[in-house]
């Protein structure tokens, strides 16, 4: 049972471009939670999507961020207009429910990389 | 949102060591998670907390819940590099995302 993929480990990108993340849950799980780290930092909750469906998007910017988890292939994390802020790493996990006491499992994440 | 401190930010201890590291809330944590993320990896979960006052052992880790739940503590006996990581506390409220802590940097000098 592969773990959770997140596709590309690494993504340059130029400033204004549009940077697209994919991340593939576990097996099973319709649960999906995307998070973003700046270096020496946690994690910071973005979106959180099950099936088709968003949500809590509380953490996600209003503009340029948008996120989507179709019924069929990966959750899709989609930065348009690209600025050197936007540089982090971007962490996908999933869950097989919701619950205090639920394990979210978390991906190796997408390295991006604003110049 | 609940707030969670984590204390100290960075340590570097030599092998062998012992290590007490901390995740503190001014509300109380229906229940808490303790993450590590090696460099370059996604976070990993180590154990998850529910009773006040509860001790938990992962081999030479030991996770402790405070009585009030409001803080807890992971203790790592006789440091080895491989613990080297970033140590995150998280905590959910009902079915709401985990919310992270800022973590404790720790290395473990061979």
């Known amino acids: 049972n592969a773990g959770v993929m997140q596709n590309p480990r690494h993504l340059v990108r130029r400033r204004g471009q549009e940077a697209r993340l994919r991340c593939s849950p576990m097996?099973?799980?319709?649960?999906v939670y995307w998070y973003r780290q700046l270096p020496e930092e946690g994690l910071k909750f973005m979106v959180y999507?099950?099936?088709?469906?968003?949500?809590?998007e509380s953490g996600m910017p209003k503009e340029r961020f948008s996120a989507e988890f179709p019924k069929e292939g990966p959750s899709i994390l989609r930065i348009q207009q690209v600025v050197r802020g936007d540089s982090a790493a971007y962490f996908c996990?999933?869950?097989?429910?919701?619950?205090?006491?639920?394990?979210?499992?978390f991906g190796q994440g997408t390295r991006l990389t604003v110049v | 949102t609940q707030l969670l401190e984590q204390s100290p930010q960075f340590l570097s201890i030599q092998e062998g060591e012992n290590l007490t590291v901390y995740c503190n809330s001014s509300?109380?944590?229906?229940?808490l998670q303790w993450y590590r993320q090696e460099p370059g990896e996604g976070p990993v979960l180590l154990v998850t907390?529910?009773?006040?006052?509860e001790v938990k052992k992962l081999k030479r880790l030991t996770f402790q819940f405070g009585d009030a739940r409001k803080d807890s503590s992971l203790h790592i006996t006789a440091a080895q590099p491989g613990d080297t990581g970033l140590y995150l506390c998280?905590?959910?409220?009902?079915?709401?995302?985990?919310?992270f802590g800022k973590g404790t940097r720790l290395s473990v000098i061979a």
């Open positions: 996990a999933s869950s097989l429910r919701t619950g205090e006491d639920t394990e979210a499992f």
């Open positions: 999507l099950q099936k088709e469906n968003i949500i809590d």
């Open positions: 097996k099973g799980h319709s649960h």
């Open positions: 907390v529910v009773t006040g006052g």
């Open positions: 998280a905590t959910r409220s009902g079915n709401t995302p985990l919310v």
């Open positions: 509300s109380v944590f229906s229940s």
